[in-house]
């Protein structure tokens, strides 16, 4: 089992709809969750992480964390075409490497 | 501000040849990374420095493969005896280092071995 597992879809929504993206995990050490976005032939992008289980907002983004169940999800409202990218789960425990997810990649119609 | 840089944006090569691609971190980040993301397998840790301290070198996947931060500031990653199987983005990635974890990344070298 790979230690953080991503749905890699392809996901297809239509502007304006709410995406959610999920990641489960297997470590029970990894502290700090990261999503990424990458656009088509570019570097990742930090969206946002969060500490521990919670949630955490920015903007159209939220971040949720349950550590009881090992699953990340991230949530995107109104989504918009330029929100059309590759999202990336990441993890983090003592080690400073990130662990990431495959990527799942997403695209808002409009 | 200026984010982490990357040279060459491609490379193409023959197998057999030894390759040298090149970061710069941001300005004032202690901490640097090396990723490589291959298709299908997604993004893979290959190496960290942090100051002065002895790299992490735990995701090197073969001693073909090797790095060195000069100064504590730029970084060259060097893969010796190219083979197909190298053929892959490699990213770079700085932090102001621990305990904060956001590692923000530069637009990678896109490798690819003949």
């Known amino acids: 089992q790979k230690e953080v597992e991503q749905d890699p879809g392809p996901l297809s929504v239509p502007e304006g709809a709410i995406v959610s993206l999920n990641c489960t995990y297997s470590?029970?050490?990894?502290?700090?969750f990261m999503w990424y976005r990458q656009y088509s032939r570019k570097g990742p992008e930090l969206l946002m992480y969060?500490?521990?289980?919670g949630n955490k907002e920015d903007g159209r983004f939220t971040a949720q964390v349950d550590k009881s169940s090992k699953y990340i999800s991230l949530f995107i409202r109104d989504s918009q075409p330029s929100d059309s990218a590759t999202y990336l789960c990441?993890?983090?425990?003592?080690?400073?490497?990130?662990?990431f997810g495959k990527g799942t990649k997403l695209t808002v119609n409009p | 501000g200026a984010g982490v840089s990357q040279s060459p944006s491609n490379k193409v090569t023959e197998k057999g040849k030894d390759v040298e691609l090149r970061c710069d971190p941001i300005?004032?980040?202690?901490?640097l990374y090396w990723y490589r993301q291959s298709l299908g397998q997604g993004l893979e840790f290959l190496i960290y420095?942090?100051?002065?301290?002895?790299?992490?070198k735990s995701g090197l996947p073969s001693d073909r493969f090797s790095a060195e931060r000069t100064g504590g500031s730029v970084s060259t990653l060097t893969i010796q005896r190219t083979q197909q199987e190298d053929s892959a983005v490699y990213l770079c990635?700085?932090?102001?280092?621990?305990?904060?974890?956001?590692?923000?990344f530069g637009p990678g070298t896109r490798l690819l071995v003949l």
């Open positions: 990635a700085s932090s102001s280092g621990p305990p904060l974890p956001a590692q923000y």
């Open positions: 470590n029970s050490a990894f502290q700090y």
């Open positions: 969060t500490y521990s289980s």
């Open positions: 990441a993890t983090k425990g003592g080690s400073e490497k990130l662990v």
């Open positions: 300005s004032g980040h202690t901490a």
């Open positions: 420095f942090q100051g002065n301290s002895a790299p992490d």
